[in-house]
């Protein structure tokens, strides 16, 4: 049992470092963003989709806090390969679900960083339940972490933002188009974007622009099936299933001087599905 454990273990961090280098070759692949002395919070950033923007912004040249509800291998290999890349990076164990852990969050960026530059809103959970099955605590499980998580991390972080920062919340293309099984989750993810598009307007007096990067089918840790991936393959226009890198080049963008008149935008990433 220990030696399959281990089998597996070993297997699952060969499947993820391998993704992570394939996004850290398209985030950096053509332009080059300078974020050199950034200060960036990516929250929920040890796996997938955040584990390739938190080192993107790390090879970029940014100063990077990330966080994590969950001890594994996942985050002593993130951990390791941060001490391996220049810059000022810290890990913190920190559940978004959970309003005290983001108030230490914020206490950790503000002793670590000073200040923050960009934030990241990336920490999501999602479940497959039919409608009909779908209990109360459940709901508020996800709509906790992926909206109400977003809006604490956001208004918890104001008092150290500096003058021009930039928020970026990781929403997903099923908020436009609905998905079975997943209404809960579907819902948290509209409720990001009229969210954003508020924060816009509040926020924009004061220098901060806020906007989305709505990811479509990415490939991420998880194992795919064959038919999970032909059926991605025929539907997105490029023909193939995202990677971490595919998300990570946009955030990058919006958080560069490049994106400077742009917020309340909703940037779909999801290969023309």
């Known amino acids: 049992m220990t030696a399959r454990l281990n089998r ?61 509800r969950s001890d594994g291998p996942a985050v002593d290999s993130l951990v390791k390969e941060l001490s391996e890349t220049p810059g000022d990076h810290k890990v913190v164990k920190a559940d978004i ?21 960009v934030v990241v809103n990336n920490a999501g959970s999602i479940s497959h339940v039919p409608f009909d099955k779908l209990d109360a605590d459940e709901w508020r499980r996800v709509l906790d972490v992926n909206l109400t998580g977003t809006f ?4 918890k972080a104001l008092p ?17 188009v609905g998905i079975p099984l997943r209404s809960h989750y579907t819902a948290s993810k509209a409720g990001l974007v009229g969210l954003t598009r508020s924060l816009c307007k509040e926020l924009g007096p004061k ?26 393959e025929r539907l997105t226009a490029v023909g193939r299933l995202g990677v971490p890198g595919d998300i990570a080049g946009p955030v990058l963008f919006l958080a560069s001087d490049l994106a400077a008149f742009m917020t309340g935008e909703t940037i779909n990433v999801d290969g023309g599905i």
């Open 97 to 117: 679900g959970n309003e005290a852990d983001i108030e230490r969050l914020i206490g950790e960026c503000r002793a670590h960083l000073g200040g923050i530059d």
């Open 8 to 68: 597996n273990t070993g297997i699952q961090m060969a499947r993820i470092k391998r993704i992570v280098e394939e996004a850290a070759e398209r985030a950096a692949g053509g332009v080059r963003f300078d974020h050199q002395g950034r200060r960036v919070l990516v929250t929920g950033g040890t796996r997938g989709i955040g584990r390739g923007i938190v080192l993107a912004f790390a090879r970029a040249g940014a100063n990077v806090v990330t966080c994590h």
């Open 207 to 232: 220098g901060y622009r806020v906007n989305i990067v709505a990811p479509g089918p990415v490939e991420t840790e998880e194992e795919v099936t064959p038919e999970v991936r032909e059926r991605y």
């Open 152 to 155: 604490l991390v956001v208004q």
């Open 160 to 176: 150290i933002l500096t003058p021009g920062a930039s928020i970026i919340n990781i929403g997903s293309k099923v908020a436009s």
